[in-house]
């Protein structure tokens, strides 16, 4: 099982950028999908999740901000991020989860300057 992340890159703060993590070996309908990030000095974090019933859940700090999508069809999962701030600055990891599976990412580089 492969996990392709892309998408991040430099925004300034209030921008917009849209992640993609793809899955490979992996039927993902059955899969939890989320989006996790990890600024320097930090314990990585849960930024999103889609979960495979359809239910999705959030940190607060990015509620309202940040909106997780699912294709199941494309093994992919998606992460829009809009007002974007500083804080958001971290390496960003895509994860696809189910029962005792736990499949991570490459990483990808979210900066956000002031």
């Known amino acids: 099982v492969q996990l392709q992340a892309s998408g991040g890159g430099l925004v300034q703060a209030g921008g917009s950028l849209r992640l993609t993590c793809t899955a490979s070996g992996v039927m993902s309908s059955s899969y939890d999908m989320g989006w996790y990030r990890q600024a320097p000095g930090k314990q990585r974090e849960l930024v999103a999740r889609a979960s495979s019933d359809g239910s999705t859940d959030y940190a607060d700090s990015v509620k309202g901000r940040f909106t997780i999508s699912r294709d199941n069809v494309k093994n992919t999962v998606y992460l829009l991020m809009t007002k974007m701030k500083p804080d958001d600055t971290a390496v960003y990891y895509c994860?696809?989860?189910?029962?005792?599976?736990?499949?991570w990412g490459q990483g990808t580089q979210v900066t956000v300057s002031s």
């Open positions: 994860n696809f989860r189910r029962i005792v599976f736990d499949y």
